[in-house]
Nanobody, 130 residues
Framework: DVQLQASGGGLVQAGGSLRLSCATSGFSFDDYAIGWFRQAPGKEREGISCISYSPSSLYYADSVKGRFTISTNNAKNTVYLQMNSLKPEDTAVYYC???????????????????????WGQGTQVTVSS
């Protein structure tokens, strides 16, 4: 049973940091792309990062590049999103998701929209105050 569970959200002041975790089970995420998404009220769900190992690749949306870092702990089947220099516009519900398709594994070439991902965590709220 494929499951993902996002956690680590909370309230933080602008300029602060937060680390989100995505615990996964039911698949070997070493072989597939894992994405982080966020959705602000009234807006479309936005892909902000991706990591894969087959091939090894990374992706960051321009809005978070240089501030957010995606990483994994393979022994714990967990994906992280380290968020630094947070801004009020980062306020959103953050989701982790898995794409288990054979052709979406390269984060440098794949699309980064919600439609490419089949499995989702429940989301965790991040609120950045000014």
């Amino acid at each position: 049973d494929v499951q993902l569970q996002a956690s680590g959200g909370g309230l933080v002041q602008a300029g602060g940091s937060l680390r989100l975790s995505c615990a996964t089970s039911g698949f070997s995420f070493d072989d597939y792309a894992i994405g982080w998404f966020r959705q602000a009220p009234g807006k479309e769900r936005e892909g902000i990062s991706c990591i894969s190992y087959s091939p090894s690749s990374l992706y960051y949306a321009d809005s978070v590049k240089g501030r957010f870092t995606i990483s994994t702990n393979n022994a714990k089947n967990t994906v992280y999103l380290q968020m630094n220099s947070l801004k009020p516009e980062d306020t959103a519900v953050y989701y982790c998701a898995a794409d288990l398709s054979a052709y979406g594994r390269d984060c440098t070439t794949r699309a980064h929209t919600k439609y490419e991902y089949d499995y989702w965590g429940q989301g965790t709220q991040v609120t950045v105050s000014s």
